[in-house]
């Protein structure tokens, strides 16, 4: 048995997801997709983990997969042909590697990137639309990063968790959140141990719209609505389009809040 991991993208227009729905009528997943695959290629059922459980239409840059193998007649650098050969065309695995035994993309991560995409521009592209949340105007960048500079360390993020969420606990460990601008694009990145359900949407929706709301005083809100932990103080939630898992990182010490 060999433990292998895949790096792969996706277009999570058509998904419902990353998870498998493990149900008879399951709803279009990268997951089920991914395994369906490994099924063809190995003749036997295969089940995969991702490092990060993206919702129904977000994307991914960069998804770390782990499985293991009981083959041994594939090379691993051959496995991203193999694969691709019977994956939809929005989901492409871009590389593979030899892991030891016991790897596990979920639980071996030490860090989670997302980049989370806006339009600024009053007559955004059509190739921009699906994969941004079209604002229309020039947020001031100057005090999103200010309150961005708020969200770092271990930190109780229970304002920004859907309600839905089932994690035991609402704290996670920011390493860091800034906002960019590429051409007419602004992007939010953030850097964390792990992210609570809807979490980063939650944050940008926030974001901007305590940017808009309270001006220059919205440093001094946003810090308010951190500690109240309160989600029904906090924004809207933005829409799924927007967001990328943008890379894993698997260095370092892994971080327990």
């Known amino acids: 048995m060999r433990t292998i991991l895949l790096y792969l993208s996706y277009d999570g227009r058509n998904f419902c997801g990353w998870q498998s729905q493990r149900k008879i009528n399951e709803e279009r997943t990268v997951q089920g997709e991914l395994e369906k695959a490994l099924l063809k290629v190995h003749k036997t059922k295969v089940l995969c983990q991702g490092s990060g459980r993206t919702d129904s239409g977000v994307h991914a840059r960069r998804q770390a997969v782990s499985f293991d193998s009981p083959l041994r007649s594939i090379p691993v650098e051959k496995y991203p042909m193999a694969l691709n050969a019977f994956l939809p065309i929005d989901i492409r695995v871009q590389s593979a590697h030899l ?3 016991g790897f596990s993309a979920r ?3 030490t860090s989670r990137s997302y980049r989370y995409f ?3 521009s009053q007559s955004p592209s059509a190739f921009s639309m699906p994969y941004s949340w079209a604002l229309y105007r020039k947020p001031n ?11 770092h360390g271990e930190m ?8 839905g969420d089932k994690s035991l606990s609402t704290k996670r460990y920011i390493y860091t959140a800034s906002f960019f601008m590429e051409d007419e694009m602004l992007v939010f990145e953030i850097s964390a141990n792990a992210f609570l359900w809807k979490m980063i949407r939650s944050l940008v929706g926030s974001l901007i719209d305590f940017e808009k709301r309270y001006g220059d ?3 001094e809100e946003f810090q308010k609505l951190i500690d109240l932990k309160d989600r029904k103080k906090a924004g809207q939630t933005a829409p799924p389009q927007g967001l ?14």
């Open 141 to 151: 960048i100057l005090l999103l990063n200010a309150m961005a500079s708020l969200l």
């Open 99 to 101: 892991m030891p035994s």
């Open 217 to 219: 005083n919205a440093v």
């Open 244 to 257: 990328f898992m943008w890379d894993v990182s698997f260095e370092g010490e892994r971080v327990h809040p």
């Open 118 to 120: 806006l339009s600024t």
């Open 107 to 109: 639980f071996n991560a």
């Open 156 to 163: 109780d993020c229970a304002s920004f968790a859907s309600s």
